[in-house]
């Protein structure tokens, strides 16, 4: 039975048509991409919903889910703080912003907090170096950045955003920050 | 500054939206190049401007799109958008401020090569910027841009957004073709040449984000308008990525040629607290490290010039070092970039930059000493020419022009 398919009929067949017929193995990204927006996560019955439709193994699948670093298998908070600590960032004290941001949460990287709301990720350039330090959020499937960042202002909108989630209110305003069009 | 053309969202406000971009002769160029010019001449005319893939490579644009066989179809064009060097960001402005000069620069280069499907791939990062892309590509389509029979012609072309999901590898345009097809995202084996067997086997066309987008104002002014800027054999503008310890960090575009001094004391300011400079990493954390002296300040940056100081121009990801800043940890954060982003498939890359973080790990907690230093050198000598693709060549730049030019910061480390 593949429930996946069945919620998902329509966006399914919109993304297998961008690629030929008989290239079905294309459309696992964009799916597995699909699956994550639900929980945050892919768990292995739509990795295996994901390999029938795509035509491979669900080994495939599960491969494909654990090379590429923002895909992942296991529930992490609601919000991932991807913080880049890489060379540019770095120069401009973004470890020491992303240990500080660590030392508040009472979390170390990699780790979640208590309340399981937010996860911390030291993660590699995110092409934001004229803005540093600089942390992009993935909620679900969405990635937002955040630039010009320092442990007051990160940890002023992380208590919007976690009192927002406690309440079940769905004001989640991410555009904010990241317009800069 | 010199004037802009990759970047005209700075003077045209609202540029990102397509009823401004078409009310400032957007896509105007690109109605010409279907109704009035055959794909060979749209060729030429690159050809001739003399544009070069502003990647990194900086390969020749028409000479790449003339490979492509014309007895298998379909043909590919394949936007490399997977923006992932360290110390570069050029490509999200374009793309968040400037997306339909981008879009209608593939355009074009999918009417010249007569490939009817293209792809652009956004590093997944990117996923906002790709969400929006689809609400633009529908648009183009329902106003006709976009779609079977453009403009009353025989020619249909449709773009599908592809996002990736984290590896800096896939903007290798081998591993960025795997990826597509829903594989690993790690290197082919060449040749074969994506120009001949590409994207699902058919010959492809790979472009970064920039290079395209400097083809509407090529076709639109001619190439020899194009060869006004920059110098004979790197003509154009290019967009610096400006970053590092300098006062205004950001991108600028500026003719090639232009020098790492202009670049850094004009338009970023001069260094932060005017502190002295030290080090030029012209390319990102794959850069070889240039020991930033009077004549490598009065350097052009340009494809030619830069490697006559042992580097390469690459993407133009200018990161800048002042004095305070200790090689030793310098390199292990590039060295750690190449670790973490090594996709595993051969044994010199995977295995030396693992060896080289950890060295480097042990001489940066003072608890190595100098015969590590020598190791270090060994195991990124023993990777050169080794590695099945650049990153793993790649990696080892900053390791030994570091230990070459500013050995002293090494050894403090281990005499301490």
Known sequence: MNTFKKIHASEIERLLANYPPDRKQAAVMPLLHLAQQEAGYITEPVMQEIAEICEISATEVASIVGYYTMFHDQPGGKIRLMVCTDVACRLHGAREYLSALCNELGVAPGGTSSDGLVTIEEVKCIAACDHAPVFQSQIGD?????????????????????????????????????DHE | MSELYLLRHREIQGLNQLKTYTANGGFDTWKKVVSTLKPEEVTQVVKDSGLRGRGGAGFPTGVKWSFLPTNIWPHYVVANADESEPGTFKDREILESNPYQFIEGLMIACYAVQAKDAYIYFRGEFAQIAHKFEERLQELTSK??????????????????????????????????????????????????????????????????????????????GAAHFRTQGTEKSPGTKIFCLSGRVKNPGNYELPLGTTFRELIYTHGGGILNDRAIKVIMPAGASSSLIPATEAALDTPMDYESVPALGAQLGSASVIVLDETVNISDLVSSTVNFFEHESCGKCTPCREGTYWMAHILERINSGKASKADIELLKTVASQMQNKCFCALGEFSISAVLTGIQHFRADFDARVEN
Not at chain 2, 195 to 207: E, R, Y
């Open chain 2, 144 to 221: 006709g841009l976009l779609g079977d029979k453009l403009f009353g012609s025989e020619y249909s072309l449709r773009i599908h957004p592809h996002l990736g999901a984290g590896a800096y590898i896939c903007g290798e345009e081998t591993a960025l073709l795997e990826s597509i097809e829903g594989k690993l995202g790690q290197p082919r084996l060449r040749p074969p040449f994506p120009a001949v067997v590409g994207l699902f086997d058919k010959p492809t066309v790979i472009n970064n984000v920039e290079t395209l987008t400097n083809l509407p104002i090529i076709l639109g002014k």
């Open chain 1, 142 to 178: 969405e990635v937002e950045y955040h630039e010009n960042q320092n442990p007051g202002r990160t940890l002023d909108w992380l208590r919007l955003m976690t009192a927002s989630m406690k309440t079940g209110q769905a004001s989640m305003n991410l555009g904010q920050e990241a």
